[in-house]
């Protein structure tokens, strides 16, 4: 396939989703293909763990094929890297990867660290730590900011650190607004480990109304996640113009979660904590006069 029918496959897709993808909307127009091919790579694999499907409206997989999925669409990385065919549907994505990856020097790492979160999501459906959480946050979540920092030229630990708390403090926003949604899914996010001080039991994780036990724990989560966030909030104003709007609006974005939270107190269980068109726009203006 040619390149510039790749990457024009991968900015449909982008442009396709409406969901919040870190950094992927205001990025100069010479790197939104080389951001679109990460999405589109990111997208497709999280589809296939998380959505059990290989393109949209497509057989639901067993976990047994998502597993052979994953593993064939890591072997179809492998296979790019060194300029080997892949299978017909994903060559599009990756002679787009392939491409933005020798343009710009992005390690593989990154790119596997993404798949291994994508196939533990299959998986695994219980954390016993908040380490063992952070981990999977570290592969899951923390790439994308480190990719898109390199697109932009940076590469610096200072800013991957603070990208990095970002991105966990996000995934973890993330995971204490879901909280009833990935019940339904039979996952619990929240360390096994806070359970017991705070009177939590699993059952209470699938109730109509969050227990007081329960939300004494997500306090507590919700705590410690804003000590991430924190950690992250002198990255935008390292950043130049508009990729520090992006990065300022997404910290933002984070934090309002967090404060839905608390002002629901702390039951996500009752109803999902969301921001609204109004919300979207009032974080658009304070990130712009705060950068």
Same mark, same amino acid.
């Given at each position: 396939?040619?390149?510039?029918?790749?990457? $024009?496959?991968?900015?449909?897709? !982008? &442009?396709?989703? +409406? @969901?919040? /993808?870190?950094?992927?909307?205001?990025?100069? *127009? #010479?790197?939104?293909?080389?951001?679109?091919?990460?999405?589109?790579?990111?997208?497709?694999?999280?589809d296939?763990?998380?959505?059990?499907?290989?393109?949209?409206?497509?057989?639901?997989?067993?976990?047994?094929?998502?597993?052979?999925?994953?593993?064939?669409?890591?072997?179809?990385?492998?296979?790019?890297?060194?300029?080997?065919?892949?299978?017909?549907?994903?060559?599009?994505i990756?002679?787009?990867?392939?491409?933005?990856?020798?343009?710009?020097?992005?390690?593989?790492?990154?790119?596997?660290?993404?798949?291994? $979160?994508?196939?533990?999501?299959? !998986? &695994?459906?219980? +954390? @016993?730590? /908040?380490?063992?959480?952070?981990?999977?946050? *570290? #592969?899951?979540?923390?790439?994308?900011?480190?990719?898109?920092?390199?697109?932009?030229?940076?590469?610096?630990?200072?800013?991957?650190?603070?990208?990095?708390?970002?991105?966990?403090?996000?995934?973890l926003?993330?995971?204490?607004?879901?909280?009833?949604?990935?019940?339904?899914?039979?996952?619990?996010?929240?360390?096994?480990?806070?359970?017991?001080?705070?009177?939590?039991?699993e059952?209470?994780?699938?109730?109509?109304?969050?227990?007081?036990?329960?939300?004494?724990?997500?306090?507590?989560?919700?705590?410690?996640?804003?000590?991430?966030?924190?950690?992250? &909030?002198?990255?935008?104003?390292?950043?130049?113009?508009?990729?520090?709007?992006e990065?300022r609006?997404?910290?933002?974005?984070?934090?309002?979660?967090?404060?839905?939270?608390?002002?629901?107190?702390?039951?996500?269980?009752?109803?999902?904590?969301?921001?609204?068109?109004?919300?979207?726009?009032?974080?658009?203006?304070?990130?712009?006069?705060?950068?």
């Amino acid at each position: 396939m040619q390149t510039a029918e790749a990457y $024009a496959r991968c900015l449909a897709l !982008t &442009r396709a989703h +409406y @969901e919040n /993808f870190p950094v992927a909307r205001m990025v100069p *127009r #010479r790197l939104q293909p080389a951001v679109a091919a990460v999405y589109a790579f990111a997208r497709t694999a999280d589809d296939i763990a998380d959505e059990g499907y290989d393109q949209p409206g497509g057989p639901i997989l067993s976990i047994d094929e998502r597993l052979m999925r994953l593993r064939d669409f890591n072997q179809a990385l492998l296979a790019s890297e060194l300029g080997q065919p892949v299978p017909p549907e994903w060559d599009w994505i990756f002679t787009a990867v392939a491409d933005t990856r020798q343009q710009y020097k992005l390690p593989i790492l990154l790119f596997q660290d993404l798949l291994s $979160a994508f196939t533990q999501d299959v !998986t &695994r459906k219980r +954390y @016993e730590t /908040f380490a063992d959480l952070l981990d999977y946050c *570290r #592969r899951s979540a923390n790439p994308v900011g480190r990719l898109v920092l390199l697109l932009h030229g940076f590469n610096d630990e200072k800013r991957f650190a603070e990208s990095d708390a970002i991105c966990t403090a996000l995934q973890l926003a993330n995971f204490w607004q879901d909280v009833a949604v990935d019940w339904k899914k039979g996952r619990v996010y929240v360390p096994q480990e806070d359970w017991a001080p705070h009177g939590v039991r699993e059952e209470d994780f699938g109730a109509a109304i969050a227990s007081t036990q329960l939300r004494g724990c997500m306090r507590f989560q919700v705590r410690r996640t804003r000590g991430l966030f924190n950690q992250g &909030r002198p990255l935008p104003a390292s950043l130049p113009f508009p990729l520090s709007l992006e990065i300022r609006i997404t910290w933002l974005g984070g934090s309002a979660i967090l404060d839905r939270v608390v002002a629901q107190n702390y039951d996500t269980l009752r109803s999902r904590p969301a921001l609204g068109t109004v919300d979207k726009v009032r974080l658009l203006l304070r990130a712009f006069f705060s950068i």
